[in-house]
């Protein structure tokens, strides 16, 4: 019991006195996207009868949840904390993808909002749904 309550303490004390962020692991998936399966395959349109380009593929609404997330980081680990250069540096950030067309572009829509200044995608992300 008392090993177990200093164990405890140590890594309390041990996270509050670690002030300096070294690395950080982000896991998202894609954001919303159209559905895998219409009910009219013929004509793509889903059960309430709206028509769809492809199965599967990232909306728009799903582009900006991730343009959203990508201001949300730009908060946090650039203007808050200066962990991330001001500019892109590709020595700073890595990522991975499937080469599904919606898991690219979801990447592509959170860079955008992590470095709006130097990406642009185009006018739906900055669109007020």
């Known amino acids: 019991m008392k090993f177990s309550l200093f164990i405890l303490i140590s890594i309390i004390a041990l996270s509050i006195s670690a002030d300096k962020l070294v690395f950080v692991l982000t896991h998202f998936r894609h954001g919303a996207r159209a559905p895998q399966y219409y009910y009219d395959q013929e004509n793509h349109l889903d059960y309430i009868l709206e028509k769809w380009e492809r199965p599967g593929e990232l909306t728009a ?34 990522i991975y993808s499937s080469q599904f067309n919606r898991t690219l572009l979801s990447a592509e829509s959170q860079l955008q909002g992590l470095y709006p200044q130097y990406l642009y995608l185009g006018e739906i992300l900055h669109y007020n749904f």
């Open 61 to 94: 609404m799903g582009q900006r949840m991730h343009y959203l997330l990508g201001l949300r980081n730009r908060e946090r680990y650039i203007n808050n904390t200066h962990f991330l250069s001001e500019k892109f540096d590709p020595h700073e950030i890595l």
